[in-house]
């Protein structure tokens, strides 16, 4: 690896409407963690910046809903989301927040220095207004028709179901969210970033620039937007909930929340820095800083096009090395949603799973959404952790530890002469930093993870291959290499294994009692092998002959990874069909009332009890059954449109309700004696209405 002097790597600002699900560990966090714990081991200086983004309409809206204000929102969402992160390992130098002083600092000064310098462009527009609540409808608090692909729930600056960005002005039949009614349209002010102009600059930067070391999905929505003409944007909105425009003259305004979220990287720099006593512009403004953003497809307009021409009208900043999106994470099958709850929780993971954060960062880094959307099911979580984390890394280092507690009472034995094998088998394992290295520094993390458990695959075979058990009673010198060589490995998997599974490392590291070793000095006299209070670092398993040596006592076995039952994993599963049941009755829609009648007029209907006793289909018809029914007073024929749900030899013997005193009518020159009543299911289907008491004869009246 090319070492730079320092890197600066930022995570997504999650918003702080709700908690983080796996769907944001797996774009965003998870990646993004794994290449800064990565380039930590091998030396590198790293800044790792995130922080909550807690401006914007959503947040106002939900406060409406709940009854409480925005601050009040984004306070509760705030302590959740950092308190999860914190609690999965998600190492960030600095965890910020964009409603602190010192990002409305930073983004107040980045506005008014582009103000100042004239590189906004300020325009009186007609925008949409809602007179009874008496306010400019921002983005979120309209809703109308898109108008390209037709969708009728886009909101007024995106459609979600196509993905094409507009103004609320561009949508068909707008209405506001907050009264429903339909929006007139007003003259206000406000400064736009004029896009087009760093068009022709955004085009030889990334799609020529980068052609050759940025993903496909990155260059191709970035090259998409290029192709469809840069317009100038919207930098301020009408409300009152965000950072105060700090011009004469912008009253009542706020910054954009999209011009002011990704400057919430800068501030939460600014944070760290005056914490730690260090100067946060080279992390931002000196060549040699590699700045790499990890995001979701969501956002890469944000991040490729708008953010680097904020920067670029600025002058002082660098512009990112690499901005490694991914694509989406589903859920069952079905795409993540927070309003209809079909998501997996962090914060309820960590209490419903107890000490396995390494076991979701594993099954989300071999399952990512890295080239095209995933699906991530309970049952594929459970086969990563029995099949691979346990019956894989846990069992060799099980099988290791074990036995050389039993062989040796704990103490690294002195190997002996190599054989071809040995020697092999540690020129691989030395092989392996850096064919993780590689794939990590590809952005290829997925890769990366099955390299990982390549290497505990090695250390199995080995074991399988050598038989050290077998091998004691007849050749014990030859077993003492064997383990020895099993436990550099052993050692190397404490090591690699860190940017991925931290916690399990750690508990490694603590049973090896692993850390580095210094050779015997004039100054070191004590021991051979006194060690420092520093780990073994990235670098040390590539180049050291010796991670763990001889003489060294370890300790005693402790299982890395648990078996997950399945009746952990049909509580999850429970759960999720619990969710679906509320959403299909959330979403069901209900036929409205019909006129209200006298009581006088339902007593003229004659409901009773029957019983199907012969069903045909109508010639020449989809739709319709012809039914003989007994309905206790008669026998009579009734034409039904229920040949869609129903097939005739089905519903034979089948009890009904039927109108009986309904008008006869012709249908397909059938004459129908009555109606049965019937009512409509979630899927579509119909379902009889039908006496719930199998006791109840033919021919009762219900009443």
């Given at each position: 690896?090319?070492?730079?002097?320092?890197y600066?790597?930022?995570a997504?600002?999650?918003?702080t409407?709700?908690?983080?699900h796996?769907?944001?560990?797996a774009?965003?966090?998870?990646?993004?963690?794994?290449?800064?714990?990565?380039?930590r081991s091998?030396?590198?200086?790293?800044?790792?910046i995130?922080?909550?983004?807690e401006?914007?309409v959503?947040i106002?809206?939900?406060a409406?809903?709940?009854?409480?204000?925005p601050?009040?929102?984004v306070d509760?969402y705030?302590?959740?989301i950092k308190?999860?992160?914190?609690?999965f390992?998600?190492?960030?130098?600095?965890y910020?927040r964009?409603?602190?002083e010192?990002h409305?600092?930073?983004?107040?000064e980045f506005?008014?220095?582009?103000?100042d310098?004239g590189?906004?462009?300020?325009?009186?527009?007609e925008?949409?207004?809602?007179?009874e609540?008496?306010?400019?409808?921002?983005d979120?608090f309209?809703?109308?028709?898109?108008p390209k692909?037709?969708?009728?729930?886009?909101?007024g600056?995106?459609?979600e179901?196509?993905?094409?960005?507009?103004n609320?002005t561009?949508?068909?039949?707008?209405?506001?969210?907050?009264t429903g009614?339909v929006p007139?349209?007003?003259?206000?002010?406000h400064?736009?970033l004029?896009?087009?102009?760093?068009e022709?600059w955004?085009?030889?930067w990334?799609?020529e620039?980068?052609?050759?070391?940025?993903?496909?999905?990155v260059?191709?929505?970035?090259?998409?937007?290029?192709?469809?003409?840069?317009?100038?944007?919207?930098v301020?909105?009408?409300?009152?909930?965000?950072?105060?425009?700090p011009?004469?003259?912008?009253?009542?305004k706020?910054?954009?929340?999209?011009f002011?979220a990704?400057?919430?990287?800068?501030s939460s720099?600014k944070?760290?820095a005056q914490?730690?006593?260090?100067?946060?512009?080279?992390?931002?403004?000196?060549?040699?800083?590699?700045?790499i953003?990890?995001?979701?497809k969501?956002?890469?307009?944000?991040h490729c096009i708008i953010?680097?021409?904020?920067l670029?009208?600025?002058?002082s900043?660098?512009?990112?090395e690499?901005v490694?999106?991914?694509?989406?994470l589903?859920?069952?099958?079905n795409?993540?949603s927070?309003?209809?709850?079909?998501?997996?929780?962090?914060?309820e993971?960590?209490?419903e799973?107890p000490?396995?954060?390494d076991?979701?960062?594993y099954?989300?880094?071999?399952?990512?959404p890295e080239?095209?959307?995933?699906d991530?099911?309970?049952?594929?979580?459970?086969?990563?952790?029995?099949n691979?984390l346990v019956?894989?890394?846990?069992?060799f280092?099980?099988?290791?530890?074990v036995?050389t507690?039993k062989?040796?009472?704990g103490?690294?034995?002195?190997?002996?002469e190599?054989?071809?094998i040995?020697?092999?088998?540690l020129?691989?394992l030395?092989?392996?930093?850096s064919?993780?290295g590689?794939?990590i520094?590809?952005?290829?993390?997925?890769?990366?993870?099955?390299?990982?458990m390549?290497?505990?695959?090695l250390?199995?075979k080995?074991l399988?291959?050598e038989?050290?058990?077998?091998q004691?009673?007849?050749n014990p010198?030859?077993?003492?290499?064997?383990m020895?060589v099993?436990?550099?490995?052993a050692?190397?998997?404490a090591?690699?294994?860190?940017?991925?599974l931290?916690?399990?490392?750690a508990k490694?590291?603590?049973?090896?009692?692993?850390?580095?070793?210094?050779?015997?000095?004039?100054?070191?006299?004590?021991s051979?092998?006194?060690?420092?209070?520093?780990?073994l670092?990235w670098?040390?398993?590539?180049?050291k002959d010796?991670l763990?040596a001889?003489?060294?006592?370890i300790?005693k076995?402790?299982?890395?990874?648990?078996?997950?039952e399945?009746?952990?994993?049909?509580?999850?599963?429970?759960?999720?069909?619990a969710?679906?049941?509320?959403?299909?009755a959330?979403?069901?829609?209900?036929?409205?009332?019909k006129?209200?009648?006298?009581f006088?007029?339902?007593?003229?209907l004659?409901?009773?009890?029957?019983?199907?006793?012969?069903?045909?289909?109508?010639?020449?018809?989809k739709?319709?059954?012809?039914?003989?029914v007994d309905?206790g007073?008669d026998i009579?024929?009734?034409v039904?449109?229920?040949?869609e749900?129903?097939k005739?030899e089905?519903?034979i013997?089948?009890?009904?309700?039927?109108?009986?005193?309904l008008?006869?009518r012709?249908?397909?020159?059938v004459e129908s004696?009555?109606?049965i009543?019937?009512t409509?299911?979630?899927?579509g289907?119909?379902?009889?209405?039908e006496?719930e008491?199998?006791?109840v004869?033919?021919g009762e009246q219900?009443?």
């Amino acid at each position: 690896m090319s070492n730079s002097k320092r890197y600066t790597i930022t995570a997504a600002l999650p918003y702080t409407n709700g908690p983080v699900h796996i769907g944001h560990l797996a774009g965003v966090y998870v990646p993004a963690d794994i290449y800064a714990r990565y380039l930590r081991s091998t030396g590198n200086d790293v800044l790792y910046i995130c922080g909550s983004d807690e401006h914007g309409v959503p947040i106002t809206i939900k406060a409406k809903k709940e009854g409480v204000s925005p601050q009040d929102i984004v306070d509760k969402y705030h302590a959740i989301i950092k308190k999860s992160f914190s609690d999965f390992g998600i190492s960030f130098d600095n965890y910020s927040r964009t409603s602190a002083e010192i990002h409305h600092q930073t983004a107040s000064e980045f506005f008014k220095k582009l103000y100042d310098e004239g590189k906004f462009i300020e325009e009186a527009t007609e925008q949409l207004y809602d007179e009874e609540a008496k306010q400019f409808l921002a983005d979120r608090f309209v809703i109308g028709t898109c108008p390209k692909c037709g969708n009728d729930e886009s909101y007024g600056d995106q459609c979600e179901k196509c993905g094409t960005s507009h103004n609320a002005t561009d949508l068909i039949n707008p209405k506001s969210t907050i009264t429903g009614n339909v929006p007139t349209t007003k003259v206000t002010k406000h400064w736009y970033l004029p896009l087009d102009k760093y068009e022709q600059w955004l085009r030889e930067w990334i799609v020529e620039g980068h052609k050759n070391d940025w993903k496909t999905n990155v260059l191709g929505q970035v090259k998409s937007w290029l192709d469809d003409g840069l317009k100038p944007r919207a930098v301020t909105r009408d409300l009152d909930w965000g950072i105060p425009v700090p011009v004469e003259g912008a009253e009542g305004k706020v910054l954009y929340v999209w011009f002011d979220a990704p400057i919430g990287y800068i501030s939460s720099t600014k944070e760290w820095a005056q914490r730690e006593g260090k100067d946060w512009e080279p992390y931002w403004k000196d060549k040699d800083t590699k700045l790499i953003h990890f995001i979701g497809k969501d956002n890469i307009v944000f991040h490729c096009i708008i953010f680097p021409a904020m920067l670029k009208a600025e002058g002082s900043y660098i512009l990112p090395e690499n901005v490694p999106a991914n694509e989406f994470l589903n859920l069952e099958g079905n795409k993540i949603s927070t309003s209809k709850n079909w998501a997996v929780w962090l914060h309820e993971y960590l209490e419903e799973f107890p000490d396995k954060q390494d076991v979701l960062r594993y099954a989300l880094t071999a399952n990512a959404p890295e080239t095209k959307d995933n699906d991530f099911t309970w049952k594929d979580f459970q086969a990563r952790n029995n099949n691979e984390l346990v019956a894989i890394f846990g069992n060799f280092i099980n099988r290791v530890v074990v036995l050389t507690n039993k062989y040796y009472q704990g103490v690294v034995p002195e190997p002996n002469e190599f054989s071809d094998i040995d020697n092999e088998t540690l020129e691989q394992l030395q092989k392996f930093p850096s064919i993780i290295g590689s794939s990590i520094e590809r952005y290829r993390f997925r890769e990366a993870s099955q390299e990982l458990m390549n290497l505990a695959r090695l250390g199995n075979k080995y074991l399988a291959d050598e038989e050290p058990w077998k091998q004691l009673k007849e050749n014990p010198e030859r077993v003492k290499t064997i383990m020895y060589v099993a436990l550099q490995i052993a050692a190397g998997l404490a090591v690699v294994c860190e940017p991925f599974l931290p916690f399990t490392s750690a508990k490694l590291k603590g049973i090896l009692n692993l850390r580095h070793y210094k050779e015997q000095s004039d100054e070191v006299i004590s021991s051979k092998n006194e060690f420092r209070n520093d780990f073994l670092k990235w670098n040390d398993v590539e180049e050291k002959d010796e991670l763990i040596a001889a003489n060294h006592q370890i300790g005693k076995a402790e299982l890395l990874f648990a078996k997950i039952e399945d009746t952990d994993i049909q509580i999850q599963l429970d759960k999720l069909e619990a969710t679906k049941l509320v959403n299909d009755a959330d979403t069901k829609k209900v036929e409205p009332q019909k006129p209200t009648i006298e009581f006088d007029d339902f007593t003229k209907l004659d409901i009773r009890v029957g019983t199907i006793i012969d069903a045909v289909k109508v010639p020449k018809t989809k739709k319709l059954l012809q039914l003989k029914v007994d309905v206790g007073i008669d026998i009579r024929t009734i034409v039904s449109g229920i040949a869609e749900s129903f097939k005739p030899e089905e519903i034979i013997g089948q009890k009904v309700t039927v109108l009986v005193n309904l008008a006869p009518r012709k249908l397909r020159g059938v004459e129908s004696q009555g109606m049965i009543l019937m009512t409509d299911t979630k899927d579509g289907t119909l379902a009889f209405i039908e006496p719930e008491n199998d006791a109840v004869k033919n021919g009762e009246q219900i009443s």
